[in-house]
């Protein structure tokens, strides 16, 4: 409680609301702010969530270029489709044990949708390019042979990635994708989905292919 110090229209010591009344060694009293008290959250459980919510967005953004069609009829208008990544991999993809959490990356999704997705899928990577291969099931699914093949090389360590829209379709049955920027001992991720040539957001869900380590 603050302290008038001569009469209503003096000088004041003490917290009155928002401010503090101070006076100074030569006898000037001053009004300052009242400075507001920060609240942090610092329970264990506040502090785990937030490190899954870094550890997911950090993995997530750099995707959001594919993630952006992958996953925007799932998301509708309730959510972007890079939120909606985000949380299915908050919900279903966080593994290990305070403070060391980790992603399973087989569990991730960047595309969400009905369309089939392909049979006998594979991603090798040879030198510096990853050859996808697939067989085209246009005839016994919900997929048709014109579907382009979205293929995603995902550099985990350094967070580059490279992806192709238009190169090859499922009656192709493969396709091949540059690595992006990477350094030997790097880990890569591969992903692939298909999507309509008539509608770029009717998309099969996305495929886990695996990791291969950039050895030269």
């Given at each position: ?20 009344g ?5 006898g ?8 507001k008290?920060k609240?942090t ?14 550890l997911?967005t ?10 952006k ?21 908050l919900?279903?993809?966080?593994v ?11 569990k991730?999704l ?5 369309q ?6 594979t ?11 697939w ?12 579907d ?12 580059e990635l490279?992806y ?18 990477s ?24 495929q ?9």
């Open positions: 409680m603050g302290k008038l110090n001569m009469g209503i229209l003096g000088g004041f010591s003490g917290t009155v609301g928002t401010v503090i101070i006076c100074k060694k030569n000037d009293d001053v009004i300052i702010a009242k400075t008290r609240r959250s610092n329970t264990e459980g506040q502090v785990n969530q937030r490190t899954k919510f870094g997911v950090g993995f997530i953004q750099p995707l959001n270029p594919v993630v069609y992958g996953c925007k009829m799932v998301a509708g208008n309730a959510m972007t489709p890079y939120n909606y990544a985000c949380k299915y991999a919900d279903k993809a966080i290990g044990v305070a403070p060391d959490f980790g992603l399973d990356y087989g991730l960047i595309s969400y949708g009905q089939s997705q392909s049979t006998n899928t991603a090798v990577l040879v030198d510096d390019v990853v050859n996808f291969n067989n085209d099931n246009s005839s016994s699914s919900s997929g048709i042979g014109s382009k093949a979205v293929m995603v090389v995902y550099n985990v360590d350094n967070f490279s192709s829209f238009n190169d090859a379709t499922r009656a192709d049955k493969s396709g091949s994708l540059s690595i992006p920027n350094a030997i001992g790097d880990k890569l991720l591969f992903y692939i989905f298909f999507q309509s040539a008539n509608d770029p957001f009717n998309v099969s869900s996305s886990y292919l695996g990791t291969a380590i950039v050895s030269a």
